[in-house]
Protein backbone atom coordinates (compact mmCIF):
# COMPACT_ATOMS: atom_id res chain seq x y z
CA UNK A 1 0.00 0.00 0.00
CA UNK A 2 1.87 3.45 -1.18
CA UNK A 3 0.66 5.66 1.70
CA UNK A 4 2.15 8.84 0.32
CA UNK A 5 1.41 9.78 -3.53
CA UNK A 6 3.54 11.95 -5.64
CA UNK A 7 2.78 14.24 -8.53
CA UNK A 8 3.51 14.72 -11.35
CA UNK A 9 6.14 12.01 -12.31
CA UNK A 10 7.95 14.92 -14.18
CA UNK A 11 7.68 18.07 -15.09
CA UNK A 12 9.27 20.89 -17.14
CA UNK A 13 9.61 24.60 -16.18
CA UNK A 14 11.58 27.36 -17.84
CA UNK A 15 14.15 29.18 -15.71
CA UNK A 16 12.27 32.00 -13.71
CA UNK A 17 9.50 29.94 -13.35
CA UNK A 18 7.35 28.20 -10.53
CA UNK A 19 7.83 24.29 -10.25
CA UNK A 20 5.19 23.02 -8.12
CA UNK A 21 5.25 19.37 -7.14
CA UNK A 22 2.47 18.01 -4.83
CA UNK A 23 2.18 15.29 -2.19
CA UNK A 24 -0.84 13.27 -0.70
CA UNK A 25 -0.99 11.17 2.48
CA UNK A 26 -2.84 8.57 3.81
CA UNK A 27 -1.74 8.07 7.40
CA UNK A 28 -3.18 10.75 9.85
CA UNK A 29 -0.73 9.61 12.38
CA UNK A 30 2.17 11.08 9.77
CA UNK A 31 3.73 14.44 11.46
CA UNK A 32 6.66 14.80 10.15
CA UNK A 33 7.22 15.86 6.01
CA UNK A 34 10.60 16.23 4.22
CA UNK A 35 11.03 17.00 0.60
CA UNK A 36 15.06 15.55 -0.75
CA UNK A 37 16.67 16.31 -3.47
CA UNK A 38 18.71 14.06 -5.69
CA UNK A 39 21.00 14.94 -8.28
CA UNK A 40 22.30 12.16 -11.13
CA UNK A 41 24.31 9.70 -9.69
CA UNK A 42 24.21 11.13 -6.24
CA UNK A 43 22.40 10.06 -3.02
CA UNK A 44 19.12 11.82 -2.17
CA UNK A 45 20.12 15.10 0.50
CA UNK A 46 17.09 17.00 2.64
CA UNK A 47 16.08 20.25 0.87
CA UNK A 48 13.45 21.59 3.49
CA UNK A 49 11.26 19.97 6.03
CA UNK A 50 7.49 21.03 7.87
CA UNK A 51 5.91 19.67 10.98
CA UNK A 52 1.91 20.31 10.84
CA UNK A 53 1.97 22.79 13.27
CA UNK A 54 2.67 25.25 10.70
CA UNK A 55 1.19 25.66 7.58
CA UNK A 56 3.56 26.49 5.32
CA UNK A 57 7.63 26.95 5.61
CA UNK A 58 10.13 29.14 3.53
CA UNK A 59 13.92 28.54 3.04
CA UNK A 60 15.42 30.62 0.25
CA UNK A 61 13.28 29.57 -3.03
CA UNK A 62 12.38 26.83 -1.64
CA UNK A 63 8.22 26.62 0.11
CA UNK A 64 6.40 23.61 1.81
CA UNK A 65 2.65 24.19 2.15
CA UNK A 66 0.58 22.26 4.51
CA UNK A 67 -3.15 21.18 4.35
CA UNK A 68 -3.66 18.95 7.27
CA UNK A 69 -7.41 18.69 6.48
CA UNK A 70 -6.57 17.61 2.79
CA UNK A 71 -3.72 15.53 3.97
CA UNK A 72 -1.81 17.05 0.97
CA UNK A 73 1.66 19.11 1.03
CA UNK A 74 3.65 20.74 -1.75
CA UNK A 75 6.72 21.61 -2.37
CA UNK A 76 7.06 25.29 -4.13
CA UNK A 77 10.42 26.32 -6.10
CA UNK A 78 10.17 29.83 -7.04
CA UNK A 79 12.04 31.61 -9.60
CA UNK A 80 13.13 28.03 -10.85
CA UNK A 81 17.08 27.82 -12.22
CA UNK A 82 18.83 25.10 -14.36
CA UNK A 83 20.42 24.03 -11.23
CA UNK A 84 17.29 22.55 -9.95
CA UNK A 85 17.49 20.24 -12.18
CA UNK A 86 16.71 17.36 -9.88
CA UNK A 87 14.92 14.48 -8.63
CA UNK A 88 12.30 15.55 -5.44
CA UNK A 89 11.32 13.38 -3.13
CA UNK A 90 8.78 13.76 -0.47
CA UNK A 91 8.36 11.47 2.41
CA UNK A 92 6.52 10.86 5.48
CA UNK A 93 6.84 9.67 8.90
CA UNK A 94 6.06 10.39 12.44
CA UNK A 95 7.56 10.65 16.18
CA UNK A 96 8.61 7.33 17.33
CA UNK A 97 8.99 5.73 14.18
CA UNK A 98 11.95 6.60 12.73
CA UNK A 99 11.65 5.51 9.08
CA UNK A 100 10.78 7.25 6.31
CA UNK A 101 8.02 6.21 3.67
CA UNK A 102 8.85 8.24 -0.08
CA UNK A 103 6.80 9.32 -2.42
CA UNK A 104 8.19 7.92 -5.94
CA UNK A 105 9.52 11.09 -7.01
CA UNK A 106 9.66 14.04 -9.30
CA UNK A 107 11.64 14.39 -12.34
CA UNK A 108 12.33 18.50 -13.15
CA UNK A 109 13.74 20.17 -15.57
CA UNK A 110 14.23 23.54 -15.80
CA UNK A 111 15.19 25.01 -19.50
CA UNK A 112 17.66 27.63 -19.68
CA UNK B 1 33.60 15.89 7.25
CA UNK B 2 33.17 12.38 5.63
CA UNK B 3 30.29 11.44 4.59
CA UNK B 4 28.42 7.94 3.96
CA UNK B 5 30.38 5.76 1.79
CA UNK B 6 29.36 2.98 -0.30
CA UNK B 7 31.14 0.24 -2.08
CA UNK B 8 31.39 -0.86 -4.99
CA UNK B 9 29.71 2.08 -6.78
CA UNK B 10 28.93 -0.62 -9.55
CA UNK B 11 28.44 -4.13 -9.44
CA UNK B 12 27.76 -6.51 -12.59
CA UNK B 13 26.75 -9.93 -11.59
CA UNK B 14 24.89 -12.99 -13.07
CA UNK B 15 21.70 -14.16 -12.60
CA UNK B 16 22.33 -16.60 -9.46
CA UNK B 17 25.03 -15.15 -7.97
CA UNK B 18 25.69 -13.96 -4.50
CA UNK B 19 26.78 -9.92 -4.01
CA UNK B 20 27.50 -8.10 -1.21
CA UNK B 21 27.15 -4.29 -0.83
CA UNK B 22 29.04 -2.42 1.64
CA UNK B 23 28.18 0.78 3.86
CA UNK B 24 30.25 3.20 5.82
CA UNK B 25 28.10 5.44 7.47
CA UNK B 26 29.16 8.74 9.45
CA UNK B 27 31.25 8.31 12.04
CA UNK B 28 28.64 8.76 15.30
CA UNK B 29 25.69 8.16 13.40
CA UNK B 30 24.05 5.26 15.31
CA UNK B 31 21.15 4.98 12.44
CA UNK B 32 21.54 3.17 9.61
CA UNK B 33 19.31 2.96 6.57
CA UNK B 34 19.10 0.74 3.39
CA UNK B 35 16.98 1.66 0.64
CA UNK B 36 16.31 0.57 -3.45
CA UNK B 37 15.69 2.76 -5.85
CA UNK B 38 14.47 1.63 -9.02
CA UNK B 39 13.63 3.45 -12.47
CA UNK B 40 9.52 4.34 -11.58
CA UNK B 41 9.51 2.76 -7.95
CA UNK B 42 10.67 5.78 -5.96
CA UNK B 43 12.76 5.16 -2.72
CA UNK B 44 11.56 1.24 -1.17
CA UNK B 45 12.72 0.99 2.36
CA UNK B 46 14.63 -2.12 3.15
CA UNK B 47 15.83 -2.55 6.62
CA UNK B 48 17.14 -0.22 9.69
CA UNK B 49 19.64 -0.72 12.19
CA UNK B 50 19.37 1.58 15.37
CA UNK B 51 22.34 1.26 17.93
CA UNK B 52 22.07 -2.16 19.44
CA UNK B 53 18.42 -2.94 19.00
CA UNK B 54 17.41 -5.71 16.53
CA UNK B 55 16.97 -3.97 13.26
CA UNK B 56 13.42 -3.46 11.49
CA UNK B 57 13.88 -5.90 8.67
CA UNK B 58 10.13 -5.42 7.56
CA UNK B 59 11.09 -4.23 3.66
CA UNK B 60 13.65 -6.96 3.06
CA UNK B 61 11.38 -7.81 -0.23
CA UNK B 62 12.64 -12.02 0.34
CA UNK B 63 14.87 -14.54 2.29
CA UNK B 64 17.52 -13.91 -0.23
CA UNK B 65 18.28 -10.04 1.10
CA UNK B 66 20.14 -10.10 4.59
CA UNK B 67 21.93 -7.25 6.38
CA UNK B 68 24.08 -6.91 9.32
CA UNK B 69 25.74 -3.97 11.07
CA UNK B 70 28.72 -4.65 12.75
CA UNK B 71 29.86 -2.80 15.96
CA UNK B 72 27.63 -0.47 15.38
CA UNK B 73 29.80 1.22 12.35
CA UNK B 74 30.08 -0.55 8.67
CA UNK B 75 26.94 -2.46 7.36
CA UNK B 76 26.54 -5.52 4.51
CA UNK B 77 23.44 -5.94 2.69
CA UNK B 78 23.83 -9.50 1.11
CA UNK B 79 21.77 -10.65 -1.84
CA UNK B 80 21.36 -14.34 -2.47
CA UNK B 81 20.66 -15.77 -5.55
CA UNK B 82 20.49 -12.89 -7.35
CA UNK B 83 17.34 -12.29 -10.20
CA UNK B 84 17.46 -9.81 -12.89
CA UNK B 85 14.59 -8.34 -10.70
CA UNK B 86 17.04 -7.61 -7.99
CA UNK B 87 18.86 -4.93 -10.81
CA UNK B 88 18.33 -1.37 -8.91
CA UNK B 89 20.70 1.02 -7.12
CA UNK B 90 21.04 0.50 -3.38
CA UNK B 91 21.42 3.66 -1.35
CA UNK B 92 22.60 3.67 2.27
CA UNK B 93 21.87 6.38 4.61
CA UNK B 94 22.62 6.89 8.21
CA UNK B 95 21.59 9.59 11.17
CA UNK B 96 22.63 10.74 14.28
CA UNK B 97 19.95 9.20 16.02
CA UNK B 98 16.23 7.53 16.39
CA UNK B 99 13.28 10.32 15.47
CA UNK B 100 13.28 12.78 12.87
CA UNK B 101 17.32 13.73 12.44
CA UNK B 102 17.74 14.11 8.85
CA UNK B 103 18.97 10.96 6.69
CA UNK B 104 22.50 11.50 5.24
CA UNK B 105 22.43 9.23 1.94
CA UNK B 106 25.52 7.46 0.15
CA UNK B 107 25.66 7.99 -3.52
CA UNK B 108 24.83 3.97 -4.06
CA UNK B 109 25.63 0.83 -5.48
CA UNK B 110 24.35 0.58 -9.17
CA UNK B 111 23.49 -2.83 -9.41
CA UNK B 112 22.86 -5.11 -12.80
CA UNK B 113 22.20 -8.45 -13.19
CA UNK B 114 22.55 -9.99 -16.32
Known sequence: QQQVKQSPQSLIVQKGGISIINCAYENTA???????????????????AIRPDV??????????????SAKQFSLHIMDSQPG???????AATYVGYST????????????? | GAGVSQS???KVTEKGKDV????????GHTALYWYRQSLGQGLEFLIYFQGNSAPDKSGLPSDR????RTGGSVSTLTIQRTQQEDSAVYLCASSRDRGNSPLHFGNGTRLTVT
Open chain 1, 30 to 48: FDYFPWYQQFPGKGPALLI
Open chain 2, 65 to 68: FSAE
Open chain 2, 8 to 10: PSN
Open chain 1, 84 to 90: DSATYFC
Open chain 1, 55 to 68: SEKKEGRFTISFNK
Open chain 1, 100 to 112: LTFGKGTMLLVSP
Open chain 2, 20 to 27: ELRCDPIS
